[in-house]
């Protein structure tokens, strides 16, 4: 999107693309942006690497053709899970992606697209995605586990069995001839 104003020295320098890239470009109150942005988005949660940084560049752009804001709570943001993952270790996209074996080949320039394949890989990574390793989430007194946690309603009403009667009777059968001492006995009574 062209940004309306010079692009600085540093910014071109960050991401390779100069103000010549942008002069055709639209802006981002062209109605088509701004509406297929906010059609990509839909209601679902938006994970970004320093989300806070990310958001206030978008509201600011929102405000400014007369749109409602995006919600912290909209966004999941990856710098505090990546500082609760490894605490004291080095947050950035690049650290992170070092940390679970993420190629960063060909990342000498900083481009939305990459970065967000990136960052995927990276959440996924972070929420126990890939499993090349077990951990286990620290859990407070009561079992919840503490962090990043996405919390979903219950259910208005629980799903209903597609187990089979000759399903159920199998399976007593099969639990019946464990014996007392089966170790599911233990948990089951």
Known sequence: ???GREMGEGAAAVTGITAAMLSDAPDFGDRRVVEALLDFFGDDPIVAHNAEFDRGFLNAELARIGRDPLPASRFIDTVPIARQHRPGAPASLDAVCKRFGISIEGRELHGALKDARLLAMAYLELRGGRMRSLEFEPVDEDGVARG??????????????????????????????????????????
């Open 148 to 189: 990043a946690v996405v919390r979903r309603a219950p259910r208005p009403r629980p799903l209903a069995s597609r187990l089979t009667e000759a399903e159920l009777e199998a399976h007593a059968a099969m639990i019946a001839e464990l014996g007392d001492q089966a170790i599911w006995k233990r948990y089951t009574g």
């Open 1 to 3: 999107m062209n940004p």
